[in-house]
């Protein structure tokens, strides 16, 4: 069964950063593209970033403007999201998301940007 | 960026009916669209890929039509499971999704 746990979040300051991790499980990792999605509250989705199975074609949201970085770690089965100079309106849940389609979904860490 | 477009915002129905959700892209996305179903406090859920391909265990209630710009998720007959919110999705240019259809007990 394939298990995603999202971890990483909480409350940072504008301009802060914050690292987003994803542990994956149950499922052959190395051979899946992923995704990070967020829905902040309230609202519908927004597709935030996706990386290739071997991480050599990356992705990400025209509107983050270059302010975060998606990564992976094949030996760890692990996916990662470094968020840097956050602002009040990436306050959202974070989910990571497996596959072309986001065939399964880990339940989500909360990011909120507050001063 | 192609917009997704959803209707109705709200769809008010009983167990047993018919559902019809819409979906419509500024521009066409070929078939490379997907619906998923998300109910409170949960994660979305992946119910039809490649515009009417069902996912992996989603029953055969939920079929998805359409290519091009115009798309449709039809539930059959609605079991009490089934009220949630629905989001369609392409991935023909980067990915976006639709706002959304609140399916609510009428």
């Known amino acids: 069964e394939v298990h995603l746990v999202e971890s990483g979040g909480g409350l940072v300051k504008p301009g802060g950063s914050l690292r987003l991790s994803c542990a994956a499980s149950?499922?052959?990792?190395?051979?899946?593209?992923m995704n990070w999605v967020r829905q902040a509250p309230g609202k519908g989705l927004e597709w935030v970033s996706s990386i290739s199975s071997s991480g050599s074609f990356i992705y990400y949201a025209d509107s983050l403007k270059g302010r975060f970085t998606i990564s992976r770690d094949n030996a760890k089965n692990s996916l990662y999201l470094q968020m840097n100079n956050l602002r009040a309106e990436d306050t959202a849940l974070y989910y990571c998301?497996?596959?072309?389609?986001?065939?399964?979904w880990g339940q989500g860490t909360l990011v909120t940007v507050s001063s | 960026e192609i917009v997704l477009t959803q209707s109705p915002d709200t769809l008010s129905l009983s167990p047993g009916e018919r559902a019809t959700l819409s979906c419509r892209a500024s521009q066409s996305v070929s078939s490379y669209l997907a619906w998923y179903q998300q109910k409170p406090g949960q994660a979305p859920r992946l119910l039809i890929y490649d515009a009417s391909n069902r996912a992996t265990g989603i029953p055969a209630r939920f079929s998805g039509s359409g290519s091009g710009t115009d798309f449709t998720l039809t539930i059959s007959s609605l079991e009490p499971e089934d009220f949630a919110v629905y989001y369609c999705q392409q991935r023909s240019d980067w990915r976006t999704f639709g706002q959304g259809t609140k399916l609510e007990l009428k």
């Open positions: 998301a497996t596959g072309h389609w986001g065939e399964d």
């Open positions: 149950g499922f052959i990792f190395s051979s899946y593209n």
